[in-house]
Nanobody, 128 residues
């Protein structure tokens, strides 16, 4: 079955950087948009960033614009989330999800309901 595996989380000081990876299997990035979402303790899951499958267009939540960058390597079937200038409020479990998006449609970070498959998550903790 479709599988997504996140990695790269950890503990980092404020202002530091991390790069998360989402490795996918049994489908290709040509057919699925990938979104990154996060969930802090006691809060609902929120969208962070996404990348569309057909043209590689990207979207970011306002809270991470200018600090986070999403990218993909189709040859490795992997999507990355480079996170710079991390803040304590970035702390949470980060999940990647896959959406079977029609060609040239735009991915979304507004809601997680369009995403069909999810990984198990990776913990990011920003603290001094």
């Amino acid at each position: 079955q479709v599988q997504l595996v996140e990695s790269g989380g950890g503990l980092v000081q404020p202002g530091g950087s991390l790069r998360l990876s989402c490795a996918v299997s049994r489908f290709t990035l040509d057919n699925y948009a990938i979104g990154w979402f996060r969930q802090a303790p006691g809060k609902e899951r929120e969208g962070v960033s996404c990348i569309s499958n057909s043209d590689g267009s990207t979207r970011y939540a306002d809270s991470v614009k200018g600090r986070f960058t999403i990218s993909r390597d189709n040859a490795k079937n992997t999507v990355y989330l480079q996170m710079n200038s991390l803040k304590p409020e970035d702390t949470g479990v980060y999940y990647c999800g896959a959406e079977n998006l029609i060609p040239y449609a735009v991915c979304t970070v507004v809601a997680d309901t369009p995403y069909d498959y999810w990984g198990q998550g990776t913990q990011v903790t920003v603290s001094s």
